[in-house]
């Protein structure tokens, strides 16, 4: 028996050697088309087959052209509003959706120095910063209980799930900002923070300002030229990077952009009628194919809007859904108490968002929302409905208008931030390093 053993891994080592010789012939554009179609997992434990394959996938030319085809959602978080009074005792919640064995992943960001709030993400990075003194309401847009105190030296957290490494970055002196956002670019990989400060004159009308961090400098700079002049608020959680653009949603119906390369600001009306609860219920904001969209749900239907041109706002419809048709479609996958709720909203007025249906995140042609308290997506090519898990324990109240940040393991984000400028300190966490949260 030993001996037969013996030569079943003798012939079984001699095989492998001859499939390692034949993939070795192919040339190595063929290699990075071979290597283009993996998964960021596949390609991790790929690194340690050869020295070969390892440079393949390190070269420039492969992680660019991988983080091209790159686009599709990993992941979401999900964080209880920070401006409810219990926000301190949730944790950060991760749920990828990509994965067929589902499991609802809290604390993944403890590797970072101190807790902290999801802020923006973007190409497989991810940007958090410490606690803000803030207000502390029964419900979001509520009456203020209370006052939070928070970090007398704030930090912002630029870092990437995945590897588990991270950097540090003080935030500007003169705000700290109401909303910050992340933009990195695969291609050099650098990155850019965009953030939006509030300033009350004496008319008690906003002025916003912005200001621009840039991973190649390693400093700020306050753009004083380009200024809007608002009276409304900026929502905190609720903002979306497109097409070389910041989007941040305000309480009042509007939203506030702010352009990279030009450094140019704009305020855009949104389309539809203004929905009751100043933006926290029935709305996000996401992107498809390069637009804006803007997702809202109304008592009877859901409503896709595209955002076509930015120089004269104009805003097409791209997509409606009756919700008493979509639940009779997939009517075997929802609770038997969906429908009825379902059509006692049908008499409210549209101004009301359906309490049944929260929109959470929309991106290329994905839908992502909890009915009924669950979550799900909807796919609008393929109209596949998929459900991921239930939300009704899960430690973030999906109907309080939650931070829910969309995520995509990206190829490029892994070693990020290797040879940034000299204000740059890297760090990784010394515990459980080997875990990929998002494989």
């Known amino acids: 028996m030993l001996a037969q053993e013996k030569v079943l891994q003798s012939y079984y080592i001699s095989y492998s050697m001859e499939r390692k010789m034949n993939i070795n012939r192919l040339s190595d ?4 088309e071979i290597f283009s179609r993996l998964s960021v997992k596949d390609i991790c434990f790929s690194k340690c087959v050869s ?31 920070e401006e409810l009074s219990d926000f301190l005792r949730k944790s950060i919640v991760h749920i990828p959706v990509e994965m067929e064995c589902l499991q609802v992943q809290e604390n993944v960001l403890n590797f970072l120095p101190e807790r902290v709030s999801v802020v923006s993400s973007n190409n497989g990075l991810l940007c958090c910063r410490s606690f803000l003194n ?36 003080n935030p500007p002196e003169e705000d700290f900002g109401v909303s910050i956002g992340l933009s990195f670019d695969t291609n050099d990989r650098s990155f850019q923070l965009v ?21 190649d400098t390693w400093s700020w700079r306050t753009i004083s030229k380009k200024v809007c002049n608002w009276n409304s608020t900026v929502h905190r959680n609720k903002q979306v990077f497109v097409s ?16 990279i390369k030009n450094e140019e600001s704009g305020i855009i009306k949104l389309p539809g009628p203004e929905m009751n609860g100043e933006g926290y219920r029935g709305m996000c904001l996401g992107s498809s194919k390069g637009f804006l969209n803007y997702m809202v749900v109304h008592p009877s239907e859901i409503r896709i809007w595209a955002l076509r041109s930015y120089e004269k706002p104009e805003w097409g419809l791209a997509k409606r859904i009756n919700l008493i048709e979509f639940c009779g479609l997939y009517l075997s996958q929802f609770s038997p108490q969906l429908l009825p709720f379902l059509q006692e909203q049908l008499e409210n007025d549209e101004t009301e968002a359906n309490t049944s249906v929260v929109p959470l995140a929309f991106n290329e042609d994905v839908i992502f929302m909890d009915i009924h308290w669950s979550l799900f997506s909807f796919n609008l090519k393929t109209s596949a409905l998929k459900k991921h898990c239930c939300t009704y324990m899960m430690p973030c109240d999906v109907f309080l208008s939650p931070t829910v940040l969309p995520y995509s393991v990206n190829l ?7 040879g940034m400028g000299a204000g ?16």
């Open 29 to 32: 554009d063929t290699l990075e």
């Open 51 to 81: 020295k070969k394959w390892q440079i393949i996938m390190s070269e420039f030319s492969f992680i660019s052209r991988y983080a091209s085809k790159s686009t599709g959602i990993s992941g979401l978080f999900f964080q209880h509003h």
């Open 134 to 169: 803030t207000h502390i309401s029964s419900i979001p847009g509520g009456v203020a209980e209370g006052f939070r105190w928070g970090k007398s030296d704030p930090k912002l957290y630029v870092c990437n799930p995945t590897s588990k490494e991270f950097i540090t970055i």
């Open 195 to 215: 953030n939006i400060n509030c300033h009350q004159n004496s008319s008690s009308s906003g002025l916003f300002t912005f200001s621009i961090f840039s991973s």
């Open 244 to 259: 070389g653009r910041f989007h941040w949603l305000t309480l009042n119906h509007h939203l506030i952009t702010f352009q």
């Open 412 to 418: 490029a984000a892994l070693n990020a931030f290797k």
């Open 424 to 439: 740059a300190s890297t760090s990784t966490s010394i515990r459980d390093r080997t875990r990929q949260i998002f494989f």
